[in-house]
């Protein structure tokens, strides 16, 4: 079991940034992928951006590259979402997902874990 907790959220003007972070509990923290997925209202949750297990590779959502950086520090069992140059239609619920699978995943079925989810709101 993996427990999973985001925290960063809130409320940004465009062009401003936000760091998410969502610390892990309860399994060896480098033993999985994480990956951050966003849902906005009325849309189906999508892909954001995924980080392998020792951290070496990451991809991203075209929508996101060049803006947003995912990291992780398995010693504090957290991976982050480090978001920059934030548009309105970064408005969404974003949520962390930590997957067993060997690579990085970009579909939802792929993670076997989740968070509660924490809101993020640009202004325009």
């Known amino acids: 079991q993996v427990q999973l907790v985001e925290s960063g959220g809130g409320l940004v003007q465009a062009g401003g940034s936000l760091r998410l972070s969502c610390a892990a509990s309860?399994?060896?923290?480098?033993?999985?992928?994480m990956g951050w997925f966003r849902q906005a209202p009325g849309k189906e949750r999508e892909f954001v951006s995924g980080?392998?297990?020792?951290?070496?590779?990451?991809n991203y959502a075209d929508s996101v590259k060049g803006r947003f950086t995912i990291s992780r520090d398995n010693a504090k069992n957290t991976v982050y979402l480090q978001m920059n140059s934030l548009k309105p239609e970064d408005t969404a619920v974003y949520y962390c997902?930590?997957?067993?699978?060997?690579?990085?995943?970009?579909?939802?079925?792929?993670?076997?874990?989740w968070g509660q989810g924490i809101q993020v709101t640009v202004s325009s």
């Open positions: 309860g399994r060896t923290f480098s033993s999985v992928a």
């Open positions: 980080i392998s297990r020792g951290g070496s590779w990451t």
């Open positions: 997902g930590a997957s067993l699978a060997a690579l990085v995943a970009t579909t939802e079925d792929s993670y076997d874990y």
